[in-house]
């Protein structure tokens, strides 16, 4: 949290760039200090219920006429016109969009309002025609403003929430003081209500009543409140949903007010592990500094959208503490050690909450006896899949009954191998009999199966595997808190970091447009703009590397394709010129290539294969620009500090390096048919092929950032371009002298 000098500061900076840009530099979070609560605004503000649904709150200005920008922190700003708001005693209500007020820089870049921020922040410019109402309205004194849910096209949502509001003057500083606000407090909550009889009441509900689609549909839908959520309601209670979005949550689909209430009642009481730090609204799992020492418990929640950085540059002292001298740069680059991303902070907001719930549970997208396999798993399918041992159902019965100290005993079943096949039903079910023309297996990416095949007629296929990924990254965070699992580490596996989901498949980043669209070549759904389809794929990507890198176990790509997280890394960044994140690319380069390093190429008798260190990971050419010789990602890394790049592109070749003179020459698995584990054969004479609109395609011509290029040729081209930009000259000789080795024919 800033102080409010400090602060200030920042809203000014921001104020001023307001007037150089279209959208404003994001401002800080304003500090919340408790008072006297009759005299403060209580935040947040629900605005939730039926359309039309209206809160207020008060405040005192002194000099009405310095406020020229009205600031609100609004979660779930999901359309246009979705918040309305006035001052005082108007008539009229201004309804906000994208035409009539500004995001900060981040939010701008994914679409603004209705983009793919969960948590926005907007600037409602009170200077302009259309907003100048709200500034007439503000009178010296007590004001009273209205926020309003315009909700008559809106059969998905039950409203938003106000995180935070202000007025600002014309230099950015904050008109409203910390003193003027006052914060919710989760601990002191308490049932609405406390008897026996209404808990087990709302219990009951919780699994057995009937639900309605939404407020208006007569709709009457399969599943229960326990199926799209945790089973017993875990996630409610850990995330600090209150007693009102519960309640309201519960009328829209069908529920009295007393039944509501007691289902909010039955969670307010429950025993599950819960979190005095999460809010519903605050990012699962986003990276931040000191998160590893609070208890394994608290890891779900994140370390809050205070710890989103507001532009890449912040990044610098986290991600290298001790400064970037040659010494301090070689403890951070180095194979053996393992970089600890949860505490380093990025500037991308990661998914809340209810973008992990599945917004049509897989119950009501099939038949009943689909439904079953689902969760139980289909049954022997594959011979790595035993009968009757693995999906949902299977391994949480075995969870339970075993407990995790059976399976965490490095014995051949152990807790990682349990774990795969948890997600391995979902998949399995996905692919069930079906195998593509080629013979090939897609899992989550194939667009026909049996399974896919189950869905309700006129239903895109990527709406239905979408949902199932949810409905999977649910479950797979339900295991993951029950049985405290997430603090355990493996004791059969080396590298195992002190807190992850120790297992090797997929588990949240199956949700990602680019793994489930039906375009899946866009990193977008159908029915998404470039910006939201590029954030999500970044943004779930980023997340599954944060819960889990790998643990470095030999593995083809899961639970983290790293080709394709580089590319959603440059992709989110080419939106938008003033939201660059070359530091989160070397975050990611970085940690790829110490997962890269694991057992299968330290036995000097193994291949180096698709499970080990493979050069569509770890290519050098990677370090200079993209496969089409786009540079201007890493050539902001000077603007944060003179000749920065140079020296991140020397370490990380430096680790290549390091890698690859461990290895003998036959380690490598050899052909010239582009196979992207595979070198170039020996005899292989390198070329210049680079084109004007490629420098370094690979060998089918292809310009991807996804593949490797040709590997000789690329380090061919790519060497007097490493001396341009002064990478340091005896890693620049090392490679070579290694490339003269693997290619004697190289000049």
């Known amino acids: ?10 809203i000014k900076k921001n104020m001023n760039n307001f007037f150089l840009n279209i959208y404003i530099i994001p401002i800080l979070t304003l500090q919340l200090i408790p008072n006297n609560i009759n005299s403060q605004a209580l935040l947040p503000v629900e605005v939730l219920g039926v359309n039309g649904a209206v809160e207020v709150r008060q405040f005192v200005l002194k000099n009405n006429l310095e406020a020229q920008f009205l600031y609100l922190q609004v979660n779930n700003f999901n359309y246009d016109g979705k918040v309305e708001v006035k001052i005082n005693d108007q008539s009229d209500w201004t309804s906000l969009t994208n035409s009539n007020t500004n995001s900060d820089a981040q939010g701008n870049t994914f679409g603004g309002i209705g983009g793919g921020y969960s948590t926005l922040k907007t600037f409602v410019d009170l200077r302009i025609s259309s907003n100048g109402k709200l500034k007439n309205a503000l009178k010296n004194g007590v004001n009273t403003i209205h926020f309003r849910y315009n909700g008559k096209n809106d059969s998905k949502t039950i409203g938003y929430r106000i995180l935070e509001f202000n007025f600002l003057k014309q230099d950015g500083s904050q008109i409203l003081q910390n003193s003027d606000f006052n914060y919710d407090n989760p601990s002191i909550w308490k049932p609405i209500y406390g008897d026996t009889k209404s808990i087990n009441k709302g219990k009951d509900l919780w699994y057995t009543k009937n639900l309605r689609d939404n407020f208006s549909s007569p709709k009457i839908i399969k599943a229960k409140c326990t199926h799209c959520h945790s089973s017993e309601g875990e996630d409610l209670k850990y995330f600090n949903f209150s007693n009102k979005s519960i309640v309201e949550r519960s009328k829209f689909h069908g529920l009295t007010q007393l039944e509501a209430e007691q289902i909010a009642s039955y969670i307010r009481t429950l025993s599950s592990v819960s979190s005095s730090s999460a809010k519903m609204w605050d990012p699962p799992y986003q990276p931040g500094p000191e998160l590893d020492s609070k208890p394994a418990s608290e890891w779900s929640a994140g370390a809050g959208l205070d710890a989103v950085l507001d532009s890449d540059i912040e990044m ?36 809340d909450w209810n973008d992990w719930l599945p917004e049509i549970h897989p119950i009501d ?51 990682t191998t349990i774990l795969l096949e948890l997600g391995a039903g979902a998949q399995d079910f996905l692919f069930k009999d079906y195998i593509d023309g080629s013979g090939g297996v897609f899992w989550w990416t194939i667009k026909d199966s049996p399974g896919i095949r189950e869905r309700p007629n ?57 793994i489930v669209g039906d375009k899946r070549g866009t990193s977008r759904l159908t029915d998404q703009t470039k910006n939201v389809g590029y954030y999500e794929s970044s943004a779930w990507y980023q997340l599954q590397m944060t819960l889990n890198s790998g643990m470095r176990i030999p593995v083809d790509v899961a639970p983290v394709d790293w080709a394709y997280n580089f590319d959603h890394v440059t992709k989110s960044s080419s939106l938008n010129k003033n939201h660059k994140e070359p530091l ?17 190429f330290n036995n000097k008798n193994q291949f180096v294969n698709n499970s080990a260190w493979t050069m569509r990971e770890v290519s050098p050419w990677r370090v200079y620009s993209t496969a089409k010789g786009d540079t201007s990602l890493f050539d902001i890394l000077d603007t944060y500090e003179d000749g920065l790049r140079a020296k991140l592109a020397s370490k990380i070749l430096k680790m290549f390096n390091d890698k690859a003179a ?62 341009q930009i002064k990478v340091d000259e005896k890693e620049i000789e090392r490679l070579k002298n290694w490339s003269k080795e693997m290619w004697p024919l190289m000049n």
């Open 365 to 415: 997208m099939m038949s009943t006896k689909a439904y079953q396999q689902l969760i139980n798993g289909i049954g022997g399918l594959r011979k790595q899949r035993p009968t009757g041992t693995y999906g949902y159902k299977n391994v949480k019965e075995n969870l339970s009954k075993n407990n995790v100290g059976f399976y965490n005993n490095g014995n051949e079943k152990n807790l």
């Open 458 to 514: 006129g239903m895109l296929v990527e709406t239905f595997k979408r949902n199932i990924a949810k409905w999977n990254a649910v479950k797979h965070w339900e295991i993951m808190q029950e049985f405290q699992i997430a603090g355990i580490k493996p004791i059969n596996i080396k590298y195992a970091e002190e807190r992850q989901w120790p297992l090797s498949n997929w588990t949240v980043f199956a949700i990602a447009p680019h």
């Open 584 to 600: 989160r690319l070397i975050q990611n380069l970085l940690k790829a290539y110490q997962q890269r390093d694991n057992k299968m």
């Open 316 to 351: 610098l002292p986290y991600i290298f503490p001790t400064g970037t001298s040659e010494v301090a740069l070689n403890k951070v680059f180095d194979l053996k050690e393992t970089l600890n991303i949860r505490e380093i902070p990025v500037a991308i907001q990661f998914p």
């Open 1 to 10: 949290m800033k102080g409010v000098t400090e602060l200030n500061q920042q």
């Open 662 to 723: 461990s290895l003998y020459k036959d380690n490598w698995q050899r052909a010239n048919d582009g196979t992207w584990y595979k070198l170039e054969k020996e005899n292989f004479k390198p070329y210049i092929n680079s084109t004007e609109k490629c420098l370094f395609p690979n060998s089918n011509g292809g310009c991807t950032d996804i593949q490797n290029a040709i590997e000789a040729n690329s380090i061919y081209v790519l060497i007097p371009l490493l001396r």
